[in-house]
Structure formats: C-alpha cells, structure tokens
C-alpha cells in the first residue's frame, strides 16, 4: 500500500511518537548540559570594614550670660560672630553711683588706716612714757613714807605728817596702775589698739564690697568662644537672671552621631575615622571616636556617639553642621575573604558564625561548610573550610552536584566600593579591599 494510501489515524501516530522522542531527547540534553555559573577564585588579600553615618558638630559648652545687678545698659561692646577671648569685655552698665560708693569705701579706709598707725605712732609712746613717770612717782612716795616713819618714831614728825606720806604713796600708786592701764589699752592686744584694728578691717570689706558691685557693670566672656546671639541693646533696663549674650566656649571640637544599636558591638573609643562635611565635600579630616553613650534610646533604637577631631580644628566647621562619618570598625591583613552573596544558611555555632559555600569541585558545584569572620555589608572572612586553591560559585543556590560551565571573575572585581549615606542618614557598612 503505497503512502498515499495510508489512514490518516495512523500518520498521526506517527508524528505523535516522534514528537515524544525529541521531547525525550531535549530533556535529557538539558539534564546534563552544564550550567553557566560565575565564580571567583579564592584569594588572601587586606580586609577594612567601615560604619558611615550623619553627625553634627556640637559646641562643647553654650552659655547665656547675663547681669548679676540691676542696672541700665550703657554700651554694647560686641556682636553675633565676633570671637572673644577669657574675661573680654561683652556689655557696659552705668556704673556712676557705684563708682561713688567705692571712692567713698576708699575714703573711709584711709581713715581706719590712718587710726591705726596713731595709735601705733603716738598713743601707745604716750602710755609707756605716762607709766614710767607714774612708777618714778611711786617710788618717790614710797621712800618718803619710809623716811617720815622714822622720823614719826623719834618723835621729829607728828602723826599728820605720817598720814599725809601715806595718801601720797596711794595716790602714786593709784596713778601708776592707770598708767598700766593706757599701755594694756594701747598695745597690740589692747582694747583701743583692737577696736582700731577691726575698724580698719571693716573698711577694707567695704572697699571689697564697692569695687565687686562696680565690677559687676562690666560684664565679660566667662572663657574664649564666639558670640551667638545678642538680645539686648544700649539704654535697655537688665536684670539678674535674664539672658542678654548667648556664647559657644571654646573647646575641644565634638561631633554627635545617632548610630543604630545593632553596630554598637563594632565602635569602641579610639577608633580612626574619616569626616566630610557635607558642605566641603573637598576639604576631609580625621577624627576619632572618643566615648560612647551609657543609655540608648528608646524611641529610636540608637547610641549617642561622640567624636573628636584628630589635629588642628578645621576652620569651616559652624555649630551644628551636618558631617558624614566613616568609622574604621575592623582591620585584618591577609585573610580569606568572599563575597557574602556567595555564603547561605548563615548561623552562629559554638565556634561562632557558620555558613554554607559552593566550590568548584571536578566541573561541578559542591557544598561545603566554612566558619566566618569578620563581616562587611558585601564580603565576609573565611577562618576555616576553604583553601587557597578553591574557587568558589557566587551563586549559593545551585544544587550540589550541578554540572557547570564557569565564567571566572577576578577578586578585584569584586572589591565593593564604600557604600554611601542614605537620604535619611542611616548608617551603613562597607568594605575595602587591598591585594
């Protein structure tokens, strides 16, 4: 029977079982063919990790200051932005009446003074001359009472005679121990001489007292800083406790970051960093960590951490300025490091972290298991399971035993440039490769 002749039935049949051969075959030739897979070679080479992040530029003391006095404002001596140094004259009061009352205060203290050195000079040679006359005196007297006894006792003199020489010796003696008195009176630890003394004293207190309140008219810069704000103007009425200049005091340059507590493990003070601002992008400087806050924050999950530049303060830095931060968190020199897209089922063992890589073994992809290191946002060290020699699959997720056809890439194509700040300021990692 000649093809022609053939029911139709039966030639489709036919089509239908050649059909079911070449789906056979072309299953079986994509069973086996390799699978295009890149890999990268294992390669020891220098590992950085980084934290970045926003900071700002923080004045390490702003003070209000203000009067300590009532009084009018005669002068104002400075304005927003002008640098003073310690003790620099801000503002002038009137001062007319206090400037009274201290050349008065002094009046009276060069009076107290003058007392005292009298007293010293004149009062006090006086006492001792008016008791050396008044023991001569005593001594007299007593003598002649002792010659008119005995001549009493011969019968020369009358007994009128006796007592008036007894009246004399008392009166001599009475005027003596006045004498004795004016000395103790005078001397240093007299009465009068103390009186003077505590008279001087308090006229010196009250030249102190004159010359503070005078002083209080001018007030100055409690230490070296700029001047920011200005709220108060000539002829003003001031009083104690109101704020008139507000001042940043210079000191040691800060800067405060916010950074998420999950980094908190990586940032430990002296740490180097490296700061732009974001207004100088130019102009970098280094800085380092210098403490990190005891507390976080509640509401926000992050850790004040607060920095110092590392040299000379750089003169663009304005209060408040938004600076980017990246902090050297980890340093390692030839290690094993991958890229962390290449690691899976990443858990922490007894051992630490422990992952799941896929190596190149005789054409075709095989699990193996590694311990890691220390990590970055792209790469993360191999301590243990890998060779120099391995080549490892950057795709994780093919099976084990997968026939390949691998494209190879270099490790310094892999090297991730450092990853920049987000628009919020969050912080991220990078990592920096050296061969």
């Not at 409690?222 to 001047?227: E, K, R, S, T």
């Not at 962390?340 to 089922?345: G, H, I, Q, S």
């Amino acid at each position: 029977m000649s093809a022609l002749m053939t029911p139709w039935w039966r030639q489709r049949r036919v089509v239908l079982g050649v059909a079911a051969v070449l789906c056979l075959a072309v299953a079986a030739w994509a069973k086996w063919r390799p699978v295009a897979a890149d890999v990268v070679p294992v390669a020891r080479q220098a590992l950085t990790r980084t934290l970045q992040f926003t900071a700002r530029v923080k004045t390490p003391a702003r003070v209000e200051v203000g009067a300590t006095v009532t009084g009018r404002v005669q002068r104002v001596l400075v304005k927003e932005g002008d640098w003073v140094q310690a003790g620099a004259p801000l503002l002038q009061l009137e001062s007319d009446e206090w400037r009274a009352n201290w050349l008065q205060a002094q009046g009276n203290l060069q009076q107290a003074q003058a007392r005292v050195q009298g007293q010293q000079a004149l009062s006090w040679p006086s006492a001792k001359a008016a008791l050396a006359q008044a023991e001569a005196n005593l001594q007299v007297a007593e003598r002649d009472l002792a010659r008119v006894q005995d001549l009493v006792a011969s019968q020369f003199y009358s007994q009128a005679r006796l007592d008036e020489a007894r009246r004399n010796v008392d009166v001599a003696r009475a005027q003596r121990d006045v004498a004795r008195s004016q000395v103790a009176a005078n001397g240093a630890t007299g009465s009068e001489q103390q009186a003077a003394v505590a008279q001087l004293e308090a006229a010196k207190a009250a030249v102190d007292v004159a010359r503070s309140r005078l002083d209080q008219a001018v007030i100055r810069a409690p230490g070296a800083g700029q001047v920011l704000t200005r709220m108060v103007e000539p002829g003003q009425i001031v009083q104690p406790g109101k704020g008139l200049l507000s001042l940043s005091v210079t000191g040691p340059t800060e800067l405060v970051a916010p950074v998420d507590e999950r980094y908190l493990g990586q940032l430990i003070a002296g740490q180097r960093a490296r700061v732009v601002a974001d207004a100088y992008p130019q102009l970098a400087f280094q800085a380092r960590v210098d403490r990190l806050s005891p507390t976080v924050n509640a509401q926000s999950g992050s850790v004040e951490v607060t920095f110092v530049v590392d040299g000379p303060r750089p003169n663009f830095l304005r209060e408040d300025m938004t600076l980017s931060v990246e902090v050297v968190t980890g340093q390692k020199s030839n290690v094993v490091a991958v890229p962390l897209r290449a690691v899976k089922d990443i858990v922490l063992g007894p051992q630490g972290e422990q992952g799941v890589v896929m190596v190149l073994d005789g054409g075709r992809a095989r699990a193996r298991g590694v311990t890691l290191g220390l990590r970055s946002l792209s790469h993360v060290e191999v301590t243990q399971g890998l060779k120099d020699a391995d080549v490892i699959l950057l795709d994780p997720t093919l099976a084990d035993g997968t026939r390949l056809h691998a494209r190879r890439l270099s490790a310094q194509a892999l090297s991730a440039a450092p990853v920049g700040l987000s628009k919020d300021g969050a912080a991220g990692m990078s990592s920096t490769f050296a061969r």
